[in-house]
Nanobody, 119 residues
Framework: QVQLVESGGGLVQAGGSLSLSCATS????????MGWFRQAPGAEREFVAS????????VYADSVKDRFTISRDNAKNTVYLQMNSLKPEDTAVYYC????????????WGQGTQVTVSS
């Protein structure tokens, strides 16, 4: 059974930083792309960042570019999201997801971790 478990969320003041982790079990992530998404209250879930299997390619939403960094440790089966210069509009539930090789959609999702940025 594939499981993704996010951690590291919390409450932080604007301008601060948080580091999210997503530990995966039941599958080796080394051959699969990983992504982070978020959903704010009353809004649709939106893409934040993704990283390919070799960590050679990353993509970011314009809203987080130059502030967030996605990385992965395949040996630890974990993907990370370092968030700096946080803004109140970054407040959301953050989800990690795994996209199986050859697929166009994300196949597995975590349950999310709350990030709240106070002004």
């Amino acid at each position: 059974q594939v499981q993704l478990v996010e951690s590291g969320g919390g409450l932080v003041q604007a301008g601060g930083s948080l580091s999210l982790s997503c530990a995966t079990s039941g599958i080796a992530i080394s051959r699969h792309a990983m992504g982070w998404f978020r959903q704010a209250p009353g809004a649709e879930r939106e893409f934040v960042a993704s990283i390919n299997w070799s960590a050679g390619g990353t993509v970011y939403a314009d809203s987080v570019k130059d502030r967030f960094t996605i990385s992965r440790d395949n040996a630890k089966n974990t993907v990370y999201l370092q968030m700096n210069s946080l803004k109140p509009e970054d407040t959301a539930v953050y989800y990690c997801a795994l996209k199986m090789i050859g697929r166009n959609e994300y196949d597995y999702w975590g349950q999310g971790t709350q990030v709240t940025v106070s002004s």
